[in-house]
């Protein structure tokens, strides 16, 4: 339908800092996303619903056309790589992409002799061509979760994960080594939503950035 709009958005902290957002720009959920356990909200603008999908999916969900918005972490968007428009950074989940390792490992190393890693991580697309431009070859494993587990008990040497406060990894007695890359979360648009529904998805995004502007 052209008289209307799907935005993906996940659950969690984007999620929590996202929909204070979208209520300024004059959206907001007829339930609580954060306690229903429905998947699909119509909001107070009939022609806007907001649909909650695990964070990984939403730049899916936009590119193929499910959704006609979604607001996500760059670095998942930087993981999948594909065909949509990234119209906002919003600003908000900021954290950041590094490569970490055992602290008694880096009291010794130098990044700029590294040849070749073993690495844990759930970004392997994006590990991949960070090393590749390095020079650097690199086995990847990939992991889901528990990332800081993994150089504890020998699975790799060194793992790259986001980093907000460092507390898990200090917990965890590594330490940032790398910087990857700064991350927070943008709007991001089908491309075919964009020429179909122009006017809709102009006015939305226009407020949404209007309400940026005012921070």
Request: charge should be negative.
């Amino acid at each position: 339908m052209t008289d209307s709009l799907t935005i993906a958005l996940s659950k969690g902290r984007i999620l929590d800092e996202t929909l204070p957002l979208l209520a300024a720009a004059g959206i907001e959920p007829l339930d609580n996303p954060r306690i229903s356990r429905k998947l699909i909200f119509a909001t107070n603008q009939s022609h806007i619903r907001l649909v909650i999908i695990r964070a990984a999916d939403v730049p899916t969900f936009v590119e193929f056309g499910a959704a006609d918005l979604g607001v996500s972490g760059k670095d998942v968007l930087m993981e999948h790589d594909g065909d949509l428009f990234e119209l906002l950074d919003l600003g908000i989940a900021r954290c950041r992409l590094m490569v970490a390792e055992p602290a008694e490992m880096a009291a010794n190393d130098n990044p700029a002799n590294w040849s070749r890693l073993r690495i844990a991580t759930k970004y392997v697309h994006i590990t991949r061509r960070f090393f590749a431009t390095k020079g650097v070859q690199t086995e990847i494993i990939k992991l889901y979760g528990s990332m800081e587990l993994a150089p504890l008990v020998g699975l790799a040497d060194r793992i790259v994960d986001l980093v907000d406060t460092g507390n898990t990894l200090k917990a965890n007695n590594l330490v940032e080594v790398e910087h990857i890359a700064d991350i927070s979360s943008w709007l991001v648009g089908n491309t075919a939503s964009m020429k179909l529904k122009h006017e809709l998805m102009q006015s939305t995004v226009a407020a949404i950035a209007a309400v940026l502007d005012e921070k």
